[in-house]
């Protein structure tokens, strides 16, 4: 009996994306909100060592480099947020207003996954439900102490809580946590926060995964580079027919490339235009930075190559080829490789997958590769590249073990099946012998394929006028008192 296997090889590529933006209001004060804290302890380490775990996994992650700076000012230079001060606080020196914060702000995290299943934090949570957070004197100054540690606590990855002595001996306490323990908590996040960029680095090293970065501030670059063309409806105001930022965006980029490269010692070869937002502009500028690569999303691929995606009920594509397949974009001054994600994907995996049974979702999804690989079959093409590109922090906290078990199934059904293969997005660029000529690039975003979420409204387009004129006024300012003299305006 000979055995035919009717399977083509189909390659993968998980590329997680990381970014939070600056939440300081000063360069020396404290940031005003936790969430590049709490997402470090939770995500940026946790999502990393999973390829570790596989020997046959590799992953890519894009990282914004406000992100990376943030991630080491905490820990490296020991910056703090308001969170984590009133955490290190002793209970009898809170404010009334900082009791009121604190009633108003920590018990900011999902209630089925992070709140309920602790008995304490769930019983303080009811407590404070039932009252309001109007009357401060609801809770004593030790479940004010109670609150702010269990807070920190949740929010740690459940495996680096389990695997820490000193981590799982104070999740074990429970409650009556002493000022000593609360400053011990946010010590034991530096420790991990403190891991993310070795590992990340180690990691690289191993060509276990593979880093990209996006432009320094998460600029929306095509309205940077060509805002006049961006805009669809006339232009209400004589100051936008010349926004003068073509420069801002180039530097964002290259300060994007050379700070990721500063960190890590190898220079991204891919770019994450923020919310895949492309143009033939923004194409050009970064192959001129030396970009190798860049991603959008598969409505910006539809528009491009003129064809729609049909997909039924479910969300299957009922022809997947064009989208299985990478480009290079030639133009007289450009020369750039693109892919394209599934659309259907990311949502699932950020706002479905996270209410059903992990097991059963991580097979469903590992069932839609399937589909997607026995509509290859009939291709003439040996090379087939499906591309699961999203949010890699914010959707974790909803699923059970912080998506533990999910992962942990999606990963090991992937890698146990010899006819997929995952792989790091440079390296397959490279070997790739099949590469369709992408004569267009349509602009837009993933959002509707357009730029609406940023121009075309009166408030919006009043923003850009008033972003137009502090730039103006800034370049004045160090025209008259220059503050370095190697800074272009």
């Known amino acids: 009996i000979v055995i035919i296997n009717q399977s083509k090889k ?9 970014h939070q933006p600056v939440y300081k209001l000063s360069v020396s004060g404290d940031y005003i909100m936790p969430w590049v804290r709490l997402h470090a302890v939770k995500d940026y380490l946790d999502m990393a060592l999973w390829a570790k775990k596989f020997d046959k996994l590799k992953l890519n992650f894009n990282y914004v480099p406000v992100l990376l700076d943030s991630i080491i000012n905490y820990g490296e230079k020991g ?16 404010t009334n207003e900082d009791k009121v914060f604190i009633l108003n702000n920590f018990l900011d995290a ?16 009811q407590k404070i439900q039932s009252s309001g957070t109007h009357d401060i004197s609801i809770l004593t100054d030790q479940e004010y102490a109670d609150l702010t540690a269990l807070f920190n606590l949740v929010w740690i990855d459940p495996s680096l ?32 926060i403190r891991k993310i960029i070795p590992t990340l680095k180690k990691l690289i090293e191993k060509n276990k995964i593979e880093i990209t970065t996006s432009p320094y501030y998460h600029p929306i670059l095509p309205i940077l580079l060509d805002y006049k063309n961006i805009k669809k409806t006339p232009i ?3 100051e936008l027919s010349n926004l003068k930022t073509e420069l801002d965006a180039k530097m964002q980029t290259k300060m994007a490339l050379d700070r990721v490269e500063e960190i890590f010692g190898v220079r991204p070869k891919g770019i994450w235009p923020s919310e895949h937002c492309v143009s033939g502009k923004t194409l050009e500028m970064f192959s001129q930075l030396g970009v190798e690569w860049s991603i959008s999303d598969e409505g910006i691929l539809a528009s491009s190559i003129n064809f729609e995606f049909e997909h039924d009920f479910k969300g299957y594509h009922k022809e997947p080829y064009h989208l299985l397949k990478t480009y290079q974009y030639k133009t007289k001054n450009s020369d750039i490789k ?16 996270q209410n ?48 533990t078990s999910f992962l942990k199934t999606l990963y090991t059904l992937i890698t146990e099946d010899e006819t997929l293969e995952t792989v790091l997005i440079s390296d397959y660029l490279k070997n790739s012998k ?18 609406k979420l940023w121009v075309d409204e009166p408030v919006k387009d009043l923003a850009w006028v008033y972003l137009r004129r502090v730039r103006q006024d800034f370049s004045e300012f160090v025209k008259r008192e220059p503050l370095n003299p190697n800074i272009e305006l």
């Not at 189909?10 to 990381?18: K, P």
């Not at 001996?169 to 409650?175: I, N, S, V």
């Open 10 to 18: 189909l390659s993968i590529v998980f590329y997680w994306h990381m």
């Open 79 to 94: 910056a703090h947020d308001i969170h984590s001060r009133l955490t290190i606080t002793p209970a009898e020196k809170l």
């Open 110 to 125: 999902n209630y089925q996954t992070m709140i309920l299943p602790n008995p304490e934090y769930h019983r303080l949570y």
């Open 161 to 192: 809580r389990n695997s820490n002595t000193e981590l799982k001996k104070l999740f074990k306490k429970g409650k009556n946590y002493t000022v000593e323990d609360r400053i011990q908590i946010i010590e034991l996040q530096r420790e991990i």
């Open 236 to 238: 209400p105001d004589e």
């Open 338 to 353: 693109m892919i394209f994600r599934d659309s259907t994907i990311p949502n699932l995996i950020s706002f479905e997958y």
């Open 356 to 403: 059903h049974n992990p097991i059963a979702t991580a097979n469903d999804l590992y069932d839609r590769i399937k589909v997607m690989q026995s509509q290859i079959l009939s291709s003439p093409d040996n090379e087939h590249l499906l591309t699961i590109a999203l949010d890699g922090e914010n959707c974790w906290e909803n699923y059970l073990e912080d998506g």
């Open 434 to 451: 099949e590469n369709k000529i992408l004569n267009k690039i349509s602009s837009g975003s993933w959002i509707n394929r357009n730029f």
